[in-house]
């Protein structure tokens, strides 16, 4: 289901904000097309942003940052409710913008605003400083006025028009973060590329297919085998080890288990346990020891590539000799 995250912008003793973040809440819970929650900045008393490193970086130091970038991260789309104080959002409402980055980008958000016209300068630069965020800001918006909305300047009392602004923007919110959670991140797209990458890798070797494999590593593949010698470097030498086994094996089986991958930008890597096994010529089981493997890749022209692969099995130290006999 589509999480929207409903952001109260004051942490002032005596807010206006809990009114308002209740009204689009109870608003909200009626709808059923998505899970609505409020996250107040009470919660998460961050100090002045105090990150060593810009949280383009995404390298969080503190505990505080952490937290609050898995708070943000599981919603799918926020609407932000944020009072004006002179002329623009409060500052605790910025710091708490600052100390993140990627947790906020490509999501849907719509602003609710108040202050005495409306809290509309507020307005203005949050929906600026969402836009530098790359969020998807929607245009309905919903602007309490003190004046006319709050009873004695206090309790909070919409206009009905605001019910009905209040009602489209969420219609707005929903879909657009409906659209970003069924679209795959670029990350989620990259990890998905390298498991197909891993299964062609399976394939290709029940199929015994050296022109299949030749395709799936980069040309200046470095390969740490197990066999000596200490490195094999280039394709050709990576694939004539695939091709020795083929001629030893008649029959090809590779599993794999415990596969973890990380995944960056253009760098990628991967590790887990290997098992090559499979009928010798003269129709005996032969392989069938479990191996550490490491994949390492690289995007190279938009395509990911094997260029390093490591495969161990651990030593006994005392005897010299590698233990071949470990399950996963
Ligand atoms: C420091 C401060 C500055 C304010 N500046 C403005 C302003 O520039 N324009 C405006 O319409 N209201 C302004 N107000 C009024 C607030 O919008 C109003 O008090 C609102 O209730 C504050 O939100 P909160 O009660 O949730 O903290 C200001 C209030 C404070 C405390």
Same mark, same amino acid.
């Given at each position: ?21 209740? #009204? ?217 080890? #695939? ?46 020891? #479990? ?12 395509? #990911? ?24």
């Amino acid at each position: 289901m589509t999480r929207i995250g409903i952001l109260i912008g004051s942490t002032r003793p005596g807010r206006r904000a809990e009114q308002v973040a209740r #009204w689009v809440h109870e608003r909200a819970a009626d709808r059923g097309d998505a899970e609505f929650e409020v996250i107040d900045l009470l919660d998460h008393p961050l100090p002045h942003l105090d990150e060593p490193l810009p949280a383009l970086a995404g390298r969080y130091q503190h505990e505080h940052t952490r937290t609050w970038a898995r708070t943000i991260a599981r919603f799918d789309g926020f609407v932000m409710v944020t009072p004006e104080y002179n002329a623009s959002v409060p500052g605790v409402l910025k710091n708490a913008f600052d100390y993140l980055y990627a947790q906020w980008t490509h999501k849907a958000v719509g602003i609710v605003s108040y202050g005495a016209r409306g809290g509309t300068h507020a307005a203005r630069q949050l929906r600026a400083l969402c836009e530098l965020l790359q969020m998807g800001v929607v245009a309905p918006q919903v602007s309490l006025s003190l004046h006319t909305d709050f009873q004695d300047h206090a309790t909070l009392k919409p206009g009905t028009h605001h019910v009905s602004a209040l009602d489209t923007l969420l219609d707005h919110v929903v879909t657009r973060s409906r659209e970003r959670s069924a679209t795959p991140t670029q990350r989620e797209a990259d990890e998905a590329a390298i498991r197909r990458h891993i299964d062609r890798v399976i394939d290709a070797i029940h199929a015994k297919d050296l022109d299949g494999l030749r395709r799936l590593y980069s040309t200046d593949v470095v390969s740490f085998d197990i066999d000596p010698p200490l490195q094999h470097t280039g394709i050709d030498a990576k694939l004539k080890n #695939w091709a020795n086994v083929f001629t030893f094996l008649k029959d090809v089986t590779y599993e794999v288990r415990n596969l973890t991958s990380t995944v960056g930008e253009d760098v990628a890597f991967t590790h887990g346990f290997g098992r090559l096994s499979g009928t010798l010529l003269d129709g005996t089981a032969g392989g069938g020891m #479990w191996v550490r493997v490491t994949f390492c890749f690289r995007k190279i022209e938009g395509e #990911w590539l094997i260029t390093h692969d490591q495969v161990s099995v651990p030593l006994d130290i005392t005897g010299g000799k590698g233990i071949t006999d470990l399950e996963p």
